[in-house]
């Protein structure tokens, strides 16, 4: 495994230890030492999908997880993780599950799990 993979692996592992910090792909990149642009190319090669997407959906899995494992107001939720609105929040995870959050966490609390 070269350096520039190693960099990248470990740039994901802080990415999913600081989800519910504001991630933008200019700091991410500060913190690797590379530029944006190319950050971005290696993180594609490395782990397959783009930086953006890859932070976006890392953010929507934790927020479907709290959803399930706290009492908290989905607004409080979609704050926590960065959205700017509520309603953006339930776009976004309307679009990854196919039903908006309260839909989902009432769906999956009634079954007992976790999607």
Known sequence: MGMQHAVILEIQQWIDDNLERPLRIED?????GYS????????????QIPLGIY?????????AHELLA???SIMAISTKYGYDSQQTFTRTFTRKYQMPPGV?????QSLGKWA
Do not use: D, G, Y
């Not at 991410?28 to 690797?32: D, E, K, Q, S």
């Not at 944006?36 to 782990?47: A, G, M, N, S, Y």
């Not at 932070?55 to 927020?63: G, M, Q, V």
């Not at 989902?104 to 999956?108: E, N």
């Open 70 to 72: 706290t009492e908290q």
């Open 55 to 63: 932070i976006r959906e890392k953010k929507l899995e934790s927020a």
């Open 28 to 32: 991410v990149a500060t913190r690797a």
């Open 104 to 108: 989902w966490r009432r769906q999956h």
């Open 36 to 47: 944006k642009w190319h950050l971005q190319r290696l993180f594609q090669q490395v782990i």
